[in-house]
């Protein structure tokens, strides 16, 4: 049965939420309607610009993947959160063979894979006290397939793919819809790393695909039209493999 979820009145919590794709589903957020939304962000003075936009219907919690005891805070002082979308992850260019590959792995993997366990042991029973709502996980093309030049990467966001297919029957147990979103080239700091800049779409794409996707109750999103490809090549295994 396909669960619809309607961001309208809702208090949300949005990590990464100062820049890039995190601000921009932030403001997609508030422009449909969101009762709250946590900012969850590295140092708090960065989510000033929100709050200047937005005033207290924005709230920046400190909240760094890599540091457990802030994940377990901040889902201790959100305890009213109905949405959590965990959109902060960490991108550096290195390949099998570079020198510091190793170093770059884990890296890559504190944040972008043990960030997500942790964000999904701390919410999960927040979500559940507060009747289910849902987990939004931003992956990437990239965890469908291996871009060599940043191929580490890559491997992270398969493994935190990976991880939320298991959260999709996990969550779904309590009532929690979960959506895995897929970006391309999005404009960001993240997509200049990868050099991508020059046919990166803007960041508030995402957001309003987000927002469409939850309530057509979706499970993969492939929101910008240099991922859609991906997502049209990817459909059959998904419906039949992964969905399924």
Excluded: W
Excluded at 160 to 168: E, F, P
Excluded at 185 to 194: E, F, G, I, L, P
Excluded at 202 to 208: I, K, L, T, W
Excluded at 228 to 239: K, L, T
Aim: net charge negative.
């Amino acid at each position: 049965m396909t669960v619809s979820f309607d961001v309208r009145g809702k208090t949300v919590l949005v990590t990464g939420a100062n820049r890039g794709i995190g601000r921009a589903i932030v403001e997609s957020c508030v422009q449909h309607g969101v009762a709250k939304v946590y900012a969850a962000v590295r140092k708090l003075d960065s989510a000033a610009p929100l709050v200047a936009a937005y005033g207290d219907k924005v709230v920046p919690v400190r909240t760094d993947l890599a540091e457990p005891v802030t994940v377990i805070a901040a889902a201790e002082m959100a305890d009213d959160v109905e949405l959590v979308v965990n959109s902060a992850g960490v991108l550096r260019n290195a390949t099998p063979l570079s020198e510091d590959a190793i170093e770059v792995l884990e890296y890559e993997m504190e944040t972008n894979v043990r960030g997500l366990i942790r964000m999904a042991q701390a919410f999960a029973p927040v979500l559940r006290a507060n009747g289910g709502g849902a987990f939004v996980q931003l992956n990437s093309v990239a965890s469908i397939t291996c871009f060599t030049d940043f191929a580490l990467y890559s491997a992270s966001k398969a493994a935190a793919y990976s991880i939320t297919q298991a959260l999709r029957e996990l969550l779904g147990q309590q009532g929690t819809q979960v959506l895995s979103i897929h970006p391309g080239a999005v404009a960001s700091d993240m997509a200049n790393t990868a050099g991508l800049q020059e046919i990166a779409v803007p960041p508030s794409m995402v957001g309003d695909a987000m927002i469409a996707a939850l309530q057509a109750g979706d499970f993969h999103l492939f929101p910008d039209p240099s991922a859609r490809p991906y997502g049209r090549a990817y459909q059959s295994f998904a419906e039949k493999i992964v969905e399924a």
